[in-house]
């Protein structure tokens, strides 16, 4: 099992920019999906964007291609989300998501990742 830990979150204005963290420990291996999701107010929860720990290969969610960039730190277990251009509609609980053998295919279906964090919120003004 994975633990993981968010951080970063806040209040910003809109067209304004927040680095999300995920701080990972426990039994971790090196071949799994770590993934961001949200869960805006009245929605379903949402995939942002993914990094595959072992090639570094990153996927987006379309409303957040272009003005998210997701990256690792290896060394320090880590993975950030930096989000900039953000929109009001941005608003949302951020959680950070760590699964094995998810298939770049499906990287944005929730169930398949198995370890979940307790999400930050993020909040952007108009």
């Known amino acids: 099992q994975v633990r993981l830990v968010e951080s970063g979150g806040g209040s910003v204005q809109s067209g304004g920019s927040l680095t999300l963290s995920c701080a990972t420990s426990g039994n971790s291996k090196s071949d799994i999906a770590m993934a961001w999701f949200r869960r805006r107010p009245g929605k379903e929860r949402e995939a942002v964007a993914v990094i595959y720990t072992n090639d570094g290969k990153t996927l987006y969610a379309a409303d957040a291609q272009g003005r998210f960039d997701i990256s690792q730190e290896k060394t320090e277990n880590t993975v950030h989300l930096q989000m900039n251009m953000l929109k009001p509609e941005d608003t949302a609980m951020y959680y950070c998501?760590?699964?094995?053998?998810?298939?770049?295919?499906?990287?944005?279906?929730?169930?398949?990742?198995?370890?979940w964090g307790q999400g930050t919120q993020v909040t952007v003004s108009s």
């Open positions: 998501a760590a699964g094995r053998n998810v298939s770049p295919y499906l990287w944005y279906v929730h169930n398949l990742y198995n370890d």
